[in-house]
């Protein structure tokens, strides 16, 4: 199947600090989703990205869809403690009814 | 409903035996999906449905599990003769019209096959 590629792997950041996260695939994606997931909960949607270059904004997050169509970027401003959870990405690729997801980014956020 | 909701949210069976999953969409969606996930792991596809219909059964594992949906609403997975590897949260979602539509995810049941 498709493989996601997710990065950074886990980070442990500063109240505050901005953090960038990105997944990048080796096949081209018409959808990009970003999910944050708290323990024990479902993956909660974030952002949709329907169109490469494509730039949304949610509050404090922002995300882009690819010029490649491969990749796609989460950046979170100013974090703050319950931004702390996992996030993962998920692709929709151009042919094909499922989505694959990334192996997730673990956010820690110390106060 | 307002979201999606699973029953049960936590479910222990012993190996071998036969379980049911039940999902209930967000009302009005035609797409539902499951995934599954394991510890530390992103969520794998197993099914999607259009409708009434699989449309896309490419990520059921093997003849043990199988899915059905038969009103277009709910949905019910079912695995039989469970084995300890089939351990994991298995997650439905739903979305408004199919696969490029934002999918939104249900709480997830916690599978534990002693």
């Known amino acids: 199947g498709q493989q996601l590629n997710q990065s950074p792997q886990s980070m442990f950041i500063q109240e505050g600090e901005d953090v960038s996260m990105n997944c990048t695939s080796s096949s081209i994606f018409n959808t990009w989703l970003w999910y944050k997931q708290d323990p024990g909960e479902g993956p909660v949607l974030l952002i949709a990205?329907?169109?490469?270059?494509e730039l949304t904004s949610n509050g404090r997050l922002t995300a882009q869809f690819g010029i490649t169509r491969k990749d796609s970027f989460l950046n979170i401003s100013a974090s703050i403690p319950s931004d702390v959870g996992i996030y993962f990405c998920?692709?929709?690729?151009?042919?094909?009814?499922?989505?694959?997801f990334g192996t997730g980014t673990s956010l820690t956020v110390i106060p | 409903g307002a979201g999606v909701s699973q029953t049960p949210s936590n479910k222990v069976t012993e190996k071998g035996k036969y379980v049911e999953l039940r999902c209930d969409p967000i009302?009005?969606?035609?797409?539902l999906y499951w995934y599954r996930q394991s510890l530390g792991q992103g969520p794998e596809f197993l099914i999607y449905?259009?409708?009434?219909?699989?449309?896309?059964d490419s990520g059921l594992p093997n003849d043990r599990f199988f899915a059905v949906r038969p009103e277009g609403s709910v949905s019910t997975l079912k695995i039989q003769r469970t084995e300890r590897g089939d351990s994991a949260v298995y997650l439905c979602?739903?979305?408004?019209?199919?696969?490029?539509?934002?999918?939104?995810f249900g709480q997830g049941t916690r599978l534990t096959v002693v």
């Open positions: 990205l329907y169109k490469a270059g």
């Open positions: 998920a692709g929709l690729p151009n042919t094909g009814n499922q989505f694959y």
């Open positions: 009302s009005g969606h035609t797409a």
């Open positions: 449905f259009q409708g009434t219909g699989a449309a896309d």
């Open positions: 979602a739903s979305s408004l019209t199919g696969p490029n539509t934002e999918a939104f």
